[in-house]
Structure formats: C-alpha cells, structure tokens
C-alpha cells in the first residue's frame, strides 16, 4: 500500500456524527459569504473533490443539493477528466486538498470547464506564511501555499478571486474586517481559530 492509499484510508474512517456536524459547519460558513458577497445562495449541484469520507457530499444532499465526491483512488486529481459537461455544474469545493498534489493544472482547468458561469470554486488550505513550520509534518503535503500564491493560481486559470481571508468557520465577519496586517495571526490565536486559508473564485458572466 503506498502513501496515497494510506492517507485515503485514514480519511476514509471518521466519525460519521462529527463529520456530519463539521461539514454542515462549513457548509454554512460557505453559504453565509455567499450570500453577504453575491446576495446569493449555494444551491443546484457540487463537485467535491478529495472527498475523503464524503462527508461533504452527504451533507449537501441531506438539504437538497445534488453533490458529486470524488477522491483517489478511484480519481486522480492530477491526470483524470471530470465526467460532466460544460457549464454544468454551480459549485465545486476542494476542503484542504490543493496542498496534496503537485500540480493543480489539470484540476482548476476542470473545474472551470464543468462550473456554468456565475459558478464558484471554494477552496481551503494552510497558510504557509503562518504554518510553515507544521506544513511538512502530514507527508503527503507536496505544495505549500500562501494568500498571494493562491489568488495568482485562481486568476491564471480564469477565475475572479471574490474571497480570500483566514479559514473560519461559524465566525463573525467583523475577524474578516481587520487589516491584512494582523488579521491572519489573530485568526491564528482565537478559540476555535485557524492558520488557513478559505478561498472563492467566481467563473465570471463572459461569453
């Protein structure tokens, strides 16, 4: 068994209780700054990829949103076509995987090929700036990012970077309102607080 199927084993086994109860937490988190930057909500159909116990995907069903999870091995992220058409899809999320693979070219291609225009792609994954020191400790972190990183990455492939603050989750946006200065490292220190980065690109309304 190599490194690959070894992570996914371990992501595969989690509590289905907690992982229900996280992934409602995120999913609202997403759908509350959707709506306060777009006076939209998140509805229509997901793509999750690196879905790991499909958590995610199981919770966008239970409220009406049909959502597609996909992970290795029975998907690699780097090489494989997503099975959808073009402008299909409203919303795709990558919870803590960009960091897993080398390459992101295929995957961000992908996902702005299947989104419909107006579509989102919601990212999170740590900030190297604030983690740099704990980043290598999981060994299958390949490729670090910090904000600016993953801002240039998103525009290179087409997508209008809407959202780019720590990773809160059920937080008061008034943490989002600091300044760039210290904003990151108090995220860092409140309870419940994180050294990541939530991220949302918008494929805009072009022809």
Known sequence: MNLKELYAESVFNKDEAISSYLNKRLFSTYNRIVQKITKRKLEGVNIDLGSGDKGFSKYCESIGITSYPYDYPDFDIEKDTLPHENNSIDFVTMNAVIEHIKNP???????????????????????????????????????????????????????????????????????????????????????????????????????
């Open 105 to 207: 070219s295929n995957i961000l291609s992908e996902s702005y090929r299947v989104l419909k225009r107006g579509g989102f792609i919601f990212i999170r994954t740590p900030n190297w700036k604030m983690d740099w020191k704990n980043f290598y400790n999981d060994p299958t972190h390949v490729k670090p990012y910090s904000p600016e990183t993953l801002k240039n990455t998103l525009e290179l492939f087409g997508f209008k970077v809407i959202f780019l603050e720590p990773g809160l989750i059920e937080k008061s946006w008034f943490w989002w309102k600091l300044p760039d200065l210290f904003k990151w490292r108090v995220a860092s220190m409140l309870k419940g607080g994180t050294k990541s980065i939530m991220c949302i690109g918008l494929k805009e309304n072009t022809i």
